[in-house]
């Protein structure tokens, strides 16, 4: 998914927020579009265990494996 994608559901989340008829339903999707707002900001890792260490070696920002 990229981050366009992301932007554009939280787009969805927050028009739906507006359109809410309860308060906590709102809430729930004003959480949502925060949420796809912060991954669209995040860049993921989704390689193999080498290519991790390939860009440690070059300087890449180091990951914790959790």
Known sequence: MTAD????????CAANARLA???PVAL???KLAAQWRAMAS????L???EALDDALL????SFRLV
Request: net charge negative.
């Open 5 to 12: 994608e992301c932007h554009e559901r939280a787009s969805a």
């Open 21 to 23: 008829q309860s308060e």
């Open 28 to 30: 729930e999707f004003l």
């Open 42 to 45: 995040r860049t993921i890792f």
């Open 47 to 49: 390689g193999s265990v």
């Open 58 to 61: 070059l300087g890449a920002p």
